[in-house]
């Protein structure tokens, strides 16, 4: 079979590139390895997390804050296994989703793992060993990432495990050690202190989400240690060991005083790396990074190659699903002649805990950093209505302008829909909006957006209204 574009995994970048390739004309073909489509995002990643984040929460509600609304419950309990059912059926859900876009927009789809004969030809090896080959004109790699883990951990997927097997436990551990802070240390091990765990986090760094505004990481810890998560900032782990049920990790103390902990699972969430494993790069010439052996890329993704071009989680930058799709349309465009752009300092970061942690554009340690003189402004939900009303007071809005022009330069947000009111300052930014622009528009009362709002007005001559 010839084809005008080839694509290499079916994650997010990988299917939305193959779908916008198919709207615009293209022939086109996808390969995934596993039996289902959508990737790390809809298998093992974005979807299933958030499913069971949802779940957990709504127990957590239940048991803790029903009483307050009135609602009296007796007899809860938690049946883990229906909870990993209804999680099973919305990934199914999802997954068969890509299978039908795929049907309607005429795109080939083959079950193996794609690997290069040579820039043109890819050679498809199916389950059974099996081989078939397909060519291109075009290649777009979008093989993903996978979890990473230290050198000195030994990962048995049983007790010491990764995100992967943390998505389809069957029983709520006593005690999860986290090893990692970061963004899945802090969703799944919401998850399981939700339902009753005993969670502990132990993170490298001096404060938790660290890549994030500083402001971010102290607030979510303060939240979360009020829900009985327990945190050991700046130690470094330096070993972790399973007998029997139960794991030991052992750690330093930023003061070198050496510590351990029990527990019945360790669940390692130090970042991924990326995945190329059976690609075939050396066939075309191709070497990945060194550093998390990423494919490297110019500024149209593509390749050394010409006419092969990688996506998402494989290449550098933040590994986010949203990240990945918009680079599979931007090639997937660049490839039918278009000249499309993706603003990298507007790809929004979030956390799903509760409450939610959303960012946007520049932090106030970066703006520090490269010498920008900028402003301030903060809304606490505290003040608000609409938080006051669903019982959410914890977080705020943080808004950094330019001190000079009043343009947006980052928002910062820990609060109820953090994720979703995030959208309304990338819009903004996109647009280049000024602190000024967003405090003069019209927002429904009572939402949580207002906080936005009052945030702006903060930042452009401490007007906020309501504080
Ligand atoms: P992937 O989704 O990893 O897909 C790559 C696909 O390629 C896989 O299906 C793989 O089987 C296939 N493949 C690999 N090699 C071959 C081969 N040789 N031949 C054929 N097929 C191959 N991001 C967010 O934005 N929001 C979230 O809420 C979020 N939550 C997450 C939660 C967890 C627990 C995890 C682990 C990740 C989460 N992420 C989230 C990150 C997100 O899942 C990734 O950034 C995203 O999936 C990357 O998309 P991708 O298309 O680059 O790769
Ligand atoms: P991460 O980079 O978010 O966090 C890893 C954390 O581990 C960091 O805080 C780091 O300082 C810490 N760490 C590293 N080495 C350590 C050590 N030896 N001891 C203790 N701590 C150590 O990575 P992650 O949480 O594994 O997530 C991987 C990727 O998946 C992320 O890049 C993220 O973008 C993506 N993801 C996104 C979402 C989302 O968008 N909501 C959810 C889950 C995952």
Request: neutral net charge.
């Amino acid at each position: 079979m010839q084809y005008d574009v080839i694509v290499i995994g079916s994650g997010p970048g990988g299917y939305v590139a193959a779908i916008r390739a198919a709207q615009l004309g293209l022939k086109t073909a996808c390969i995934e390895k596993y039996s289902t489509f959508g990737g790390t995002c809809l298998n093992v990643g974005c979807i299933p997390s958030k499913a069971l984040l949802d779940s957990s929460e709504h127990y957590y509600n239940a048991s803790h804050t029903f009483k307050t609304h009135g609602i009296n419950l007796d007899n809860l309990s938690v049946d883990i296994t229906q909870m990993m059912k209804r999680k099973t059926e919305v990934v199914g859900k999802n997954t068969s989703g890509i299978t039908f876009l795929f049907k309607k927009n005429k795109i080939d789809s083959y079950q193996g793992v794609g690997s290069f004969k040579d820039k043109n030809t890819i050679v498809i090896t199916k389950a059974d060993g099996t081989t078939q080959e397909i060519t291109g004109t075009n290649v777009i790699i979008a093989t993903g990432s996978k979890p990473s883990s230290l050198p000195f951990i030994k990962i048995d997927k049983k007790r010491i495990i990764t995100s992967t097997e943390a998505l389809t436990l069957t029983e709520i551990p006593k005690h999860l050690i986290l090893i990692g802070g970061g963004v899945i240390g802090l969703e799944l091990g919401s998850v399981y202190a939700r339902l009753g765990a005993k969670v502990s986090v132990i993170e490298f760094m001096d404060s938790i989400i660290p890549t994030m505004d500083k402001s971010l990481g102290k607030e979510l810890q303060k939240v979360m240690q009020k829900q009985g998560v327990e945190f050991y900032l700046g130690h470094k782990v330096t070993g972790a060991t399973v007998k029997g049920k139960e794991v030991t990790v052992t750690f330093d103390s930023p003061t070198g005083e050496k510590k351990e902990l029990k527990g019945d699972y360790c669940l390692v969430a130090v970042g991924r790396i990326a995945y190329t494993d059976g690609l075939g790069l050396d066939k075309i010439g191709l070497a990945v990074e060194e550093r998390g052996r990423k494919v490297t890329v110019n500024d149209h993704l593509e390749t050394s190659v010409k006419g092969v071009y990688a996506i998402g989680d494989v290449i550098r930058g933040a590994m986010l699903a949203h990240k990945a799709e918009d680079e599979g349309t931007l090639v997937a465009e660049t490839i039918a002649g278009q000249k499309p752009h993706i603003n990298y300092n507007l790809i929004p970061g979030v956390v799903y805990t509760w409450p939610e942690v959303a960012a946007v554009g520049q932090t106030e340690e970066q703006l520090k950093d490269a010498g920008v003189k900028y402003k301030t402004g903060s809304f606490p939900f505290r003040a608000s209505g609409r938080a006051v009303a669903s019982g959410d007071l914890d977080g705020f809005v943080k808004v950094l302008a330019d001190e000079a022009t009043d343009e947006i330069l980052g928002v910062h947000i820990i609060g109820p829909r953090a994720a979703d009111m995030i959208a309304e300052a990338v819009l903004a930014m996109e647009f280049r909006a000024s602190a000024e622009d967003v405090a003069r528009t019209s927002h429904a009362h009572p939402t949580y957006t207002e906080a936005f709002r009052e945030a702006c007005l903060a930042a452009t001559g401490n007007r906020a209204i309501h504080i």
